[in-house]
């Protein structure tokens, strides 16, 4: 079974500073991932996915994410943080063959501080 | 492309009625959508998948009876809360996907209140 782990509930950082949402997740074979943002009373917005290929992935907004088999990592980044980018973010995984029941982390609710 | 409406995007109903939620993939036929529960400050849950003219597939734990999922045609999924109880108040979303493409487009959500 497939699972998602968010290293911290809540990251605070100041506007331009570097964003770094962590993501570690558990599959049994290679997984699909993703990353999503979730403003406020709103359905989910995706930012980036790891499907195959490059293991650099980049993204809207200005984000990117590095898949590491090795560490089972999948972290969101961005060099400078912006105050629209305060939201709730989800990191998900599924398996190949489909986008069939994402699994979602805990989530990370991201502050920009002026 | 690939737009996913809800509607209502709120509804407010006495505790044991019904309250019915659609769900629409507006530009692309969904022949799978899903649906997902999200209390406050917490994920998504997921609690059922629903291919188009077959039975729903509900999670562990969430009741059939009480979630009546219909998934008529490939553009329309509709989630029906029956007797519905305060604890049912949550924020509920659906998403949809299509054959050969590895991502679940999101709706934007229906916030359920039960008083």
């Known amino acids: 079974a497939q699972s998602v782990t968010q290293l911290g509930s809540h990251v605070s950082v100041s506007e331009g500073a570097l964003v770094l949402l962590r993501c570690n997740y558990s599959s049994s074979v290679p997984p699909y991932l993703f990353w999503y943002v979730q403003y406020p009373n709103q359905g989910l917005q995706l930012l980036l996915k790891y499907t195959t290929g490059a293991t650099l992935v980049k993204g809207i907004n200005g984000f990117e994410a590095e898949f590491k088999k090795s560490e089972t990592s999948f972290h969101l980044t961005k060099p400078s943080a912006h105050m629209s980018d305060a939201a709730e973010y989800f990191c998900a995984v599924t398996i190949i063959q489909g986008a069939q029941k994402l699994v979602f982390g805990q989530g990370t609710r991201l502050t920009i501080n002026p | ?115």
């Open chain 2, 1 to 115: 492309g690939a737009v996913v409406s809800q509607h209502p995007s709120r509804v407010i109903c006495k505790s044991g009625t019904s309250v019915k939620i659609e769900c629409r993939s507006l530009d692309f036929q969904a022949t799978t959508m899903f649906w997902y529960r999200q209390f406050p400050k917490q994920s998504l849950m997921l609690m059922a998948t629903s291919n188009e003219g077959s039975k729903a597939t509900y999670e562990q734990g969430v009741e059939k009876d009480k979630f009546l999922i219909n998934h008529a045609s490939l553009t329309l999924s509709t989630l029906t809360v029956t007797s519905a109880h305060p604890e049912d108040s949550s924020f509920y979303i659906c998403s949809a996907s299509r054959t050969s493409v590895n991502e679940q487009f999101f709706g934007p959500g229906t916030r359920l209140t039960v008083l």
